[in-house]
């Protein structure tokens, strides 16, 4: 894991599909292994993030909550075409 993320995205108080939707938009237009900071309030992304970053072929490095944020760092995954 990098010390500093390519990119963070502040998704506090956006409810569900939206921070994970988001979420695919930075990692497309970022190259493979840079690493995204995400911040989210939605109780589901704790589900939709590592469901979705399996699905996409992204690695979840790490998730943790603090003080009621989920915290998340995703490394972008390969192109996979159409499945991305």
């Known amino acids: 894991m990098t010390d500093t993320p390519a990119l963070t995205l502040d998704l506090r108080g956006l ?22 900071e995400m911040r989210a309030t ?8 590592p469901h979705f970053c399996a699905h996409a072929g992204h690695r979840l490095v790490s998730a943790e909550e603090i003080e009621g944020v ?7 995954g ?3 075409g159409a499945q991305d």
């Open 15 to 36: 409810l569900c599909p939206l921070p994970v939707l988001r979420l695919r938009k930075a990692l497309l237009a970022l190259p493979e292994g840079a690493e995204v």
């Open 78 to 80: 390969p192109d996979r």
């Open 42 to 49: 939605d109780r589901a992304s704790w589900i939709d993030v």
């Open 70 to 76: 989920l915290l998340y760092r995703i490394a972008r």
